[in-house]
């Protein structure tokens, strides 16, 4: 397998002495070829900053990130990313159809057919066949958030970057999107590199999680997920292995790992979603 | 059978409030308010007496009515593309605004007929002074609701974007101007009302052609049916092209989820 992504002591402050604050704080991790990797961290920790810097939509203030090779400067030609706002990301004024094609009208080589073909081809992949000449607001938000991802993935990107992408849907949409993904993943062979702050979507989603500490980003621990590639709702999420995993990364979360100097500060975020840090 | 329902509902009190005004301008006989019946007829002899060969249409059409539509539509054309080019400029810019913001703010504040007479001496008349005072009184709402239409683009949508690499023709064609659009048009709308009293008001000064000037014509004759024709003609005007730019708005504004919000809300520019 080869490396498809690779972050080295990546550090991001926003604002400069006196109202400096550090999001993200020396991070190294590579993600392979294929791997569908999960970050997992508590809210606010500095998750979407860490992705936002690999995505080149802002320049970190240290370190570097390298997407097959290639030192990223700006936003790498061959990336995707699905943000956790789909009923804001999705351009309400283009149809469904519109909105999957947006990336592809700029891309050399591609005919209106071959175009329209592949929107159409990325709706069926994410199950959403006949719905192209609707509009955003005509659909229900799994069904939206699953239009951005059929959006990213029609560009037949080399890395899908993925900001807490099932965060706003309800519980079964959630679960349905989290089957879809990974029989994606499958499927294509696509490296995806997810971000979560639900424990137990990393470890049934992953092959890999990595646990964040609480802000300023570091990572506390990076496990490989040790269950079957097909995943079942139901009996996976009872097998023993998933059971002990997940316990051992709400472990690491609740004691941010070997971080003493971090004062409890109350994060807020601990309160409004206890059952996803329990 | 309901758009007929919906047809009378909608102008029952106006045939209605026409209806009583003839009753009562017969039994008032008074020449200055001659009944709309009187005024129907003038109307036709004005302009839908004329030969066959030319659709009944007599020369007031040809030499004053179609000119006058030329100038509301070319100045306010001109606006358009003059409001929305640089309200898009402006909009995108992140400090323009702050130095150009007063200066269009006291302009704006100007009511656009004052300035006829420094255009007059600037221009004398003709159709360039006619065109600048509707170019200026009506480019204001345009330009600035552009601005704020440009500024509405949120930050995810940016965001989503540049994750694209969207090039700068895409982002302005398929994202900046769609989502400025509603605001756009609430601009327009009101821009194309200011144009049309514009164009009546630069007619009135001097002696030249159009329906500003037929109308003052009119009145300096005496001949009150014919003025009231014009006065009838223009409200007729101003209904006709605002459906008609109601009609665009609503194929192009079709996208938006609750049709009918933007019609409601007419911005305050
Ligand atoms: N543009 C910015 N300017 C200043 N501070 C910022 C900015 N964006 C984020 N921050 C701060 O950086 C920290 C991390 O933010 P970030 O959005 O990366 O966290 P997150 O882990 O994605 O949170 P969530 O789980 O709520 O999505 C937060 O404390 C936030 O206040
Ligand atoms: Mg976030």
New binding site residues.
């Given amino acids: 397998m080869s490396t498809m992504l690779n972050v080295t002591g990546l550090s991001h402050r926003?604002?400069s002495g006196e109202n400096a604050?550090v999001?993200v704080n020396d991070l190294t991790f590579v993600v392979e070829t294929g791997e569908l990797a999960c970050i997992v961290?508590p809210?606010?920790?500095?998750?979407?900053?860490?992705l936002r810097c690999i995505s080149g939509l802002i320049e970190p203030t240290g370190g570097e990130v390298t997407l097959h090779g290639d030192r990223v400067t700006g936003v790498p030609e061959d990336l995707a990313v699905v943000f956790?706002d789909y009923s804001r990301s999705l351009f309400p004024w283009l149809t469904v159809r519109q909105n999957v094609e947006f990336p592809l009208r700029w891309k050399r080589n591609l005919s209106r057919a071959e175009r329209r073909e592949r929107a159409e081809e990325a709706l069926s992949w994410v199950n959403l066949p006949g719905v192209g000449g609707k509009y955003p607001w005509q659909l229900s938000g799994g069904m939206q958030q699953r239009v951005s991802i059929a959006r990213a993935l029609a560009r037949r990107p080399a890395l899908l970057l993925m900001?807490?992408p099932f965060a706003s849907v309800d519980a079964q949409t959630r679960f349905e999107l989290e089957d879809l993904l990974r029989s994606v993943q499958v499927a294509h062979g696509s490296t995806i590199l997810l971000?979560t702050?639900d424990i137990d979507e990393s470890v049934y989603l992953g092959d890999r999680v990595l646990v964040l500490s609480k802000?300023p980003?570091r990572i506390v621990a990076d496990l490989p997920v040790d269950l079957p590639p097909e995943r079942d709702q139901i009996t996976t999420r009872e097998s023993k292995n998933f059971v002990s995993l997940r316990g051992e990364v709400a472990r690491l979360l609740h004691g941010g790992g070997d971080a003493p100097e971090q004062a409890p500060t109350g994060e807020p975020?601990d309160t409004t979603e206890p059952s996803t840090l329990a | 059978m309901s758009t007929v329902l919906g047809f009378l509902r909608r102008w029952s009190l106006f045939l209605g409030l026409v209806v009583l005004w003839e009753l009562a301008t017969r039994l008032a006989n008074d020449p200055f308010f001659p009944p709309p019946t009187t005024i129907l007829q003038k109307i036709g002899e004005l302009w839908f007496s004329g030969p066959v060969s030319r659709l009944f249409l007599t020369d007031d059409v040809y030499v004053d009515i179609l000119p006058s539509l030329g100038r509301v539509l070319g100045g306010w054309s001109i606006a358009v593309v003059l409001g929305v080019g640089l309200g898009t400029a402006l909009g995108r810019s992140r400090t323009g605004m702050d130095y150009v913001g007063p200066l269009f703010a006291f302009m704006r504040a100007i009511p656009p007929p004052t300035l006829i007479p420094v255009f007059l001496v600037l221009l004398s008349i003709g159709t360039t002074m006619k065109l600048t005072t509707i170019v200026f009184g009506s480019v204001w709402p345009i330009l600035l609701n552009t601005v704020d239409g440009v500024r509405s683009v949120n930050a995810t949508q940016r965001d989503t974007a540049r994750s694209f690499r969207t090039p700068q023709r895409y982002w302005i064609t398929l994202v900046v101007l769609p989502a400025a659009l509603p605001k756009i048009f609430a601009g327009l709308r009101l821009s194309l009302s200011i144009a049309l009293i514009l164009m009546v008001v630069s007619e009135m000064v001097g002696v030249t052609d159009g329906i500003g000037f037929e109308l003052i014509f009119s009145q300096q004759r005496f001949d009150f049916p014919a003025m009231w024709s014009w006065i009838v003609l223009l409200g007729a005007l101003g209904y006709g092209l605002n459906a008609l730019l109601l009609a665009v708005e609503r194929r192009m504004l079709g996208w938006q989820q609750t049709s009918g919000a933007t019609t409601a809300k007419t911005s305050g520019a």
């Fill in positions: 926003y604002g604050h999001a961290g809210s606010g920790c500095g998750k979407s900053t860490l956790q900001d807490e971000v702050h802000s980003a975020a």
